[in-house]
């Protein structure tokens, strides 16, 4: 399984951008869908989940700010980001969970930049 993410850039504070991440071939049943982010000199950390069951959960900081959503026909899972503060200046991952297929492992997509100027 392959991930790639897309729909980095740079924004003012306030601004908005949607992530999007797309998966080599359908995986969203099976899969536990996550968001991470990794700041400089900072740990890598659980923005966004999406599981297969469709519950999402998402990080204090981004809550009422960031929302996760899937399009299985797509094959693509989003993360829109509004109100977007200079704290969320990281490079964004996605990751995909997945267990009791043969399919069954943890993968991540290369990463997108987001730059947030206040």
């Known amino acids: 399984v392959q991930l790639q993410a897309s729909g980095g850039g740079s924004v003012q504070a306030g601004g908005s951008l949607r992530l999007s991440c797309v998966a080599s071939r359908r995986i969203f049943e099976v899969a536990d869908m996550g968001w991470y982010r990794q700041a400089p000199g900072k740990q890598r950390e659980l923005v966004a989940s999406?599981?297969?069951?469709?519950?999402?959960a998402y990080a204090d900081s981004v809550k009422g700010r960031f929302a996760a959503s899937v399009n299985a026909a797509k094959d693509t899972v989003y993360l829109q980001m509004n109100g977007l503060k200079a704290e969320d200046t990281a490079v964004y991952y996605c990751?995909?969970?997945?267990?009791?297929?043969?399919?069954?492992?943890?993968?991540w997509g290369p990463g997108t930049l987001v730059t947030v100027s206040s």
């Open positions: 999406s599981t297969r069951d469709g519950d999402t």
């Open positions: 990751n995909a969970k997945i267990q009791g297929t043969p399919l069954r492992g943890n993968y």
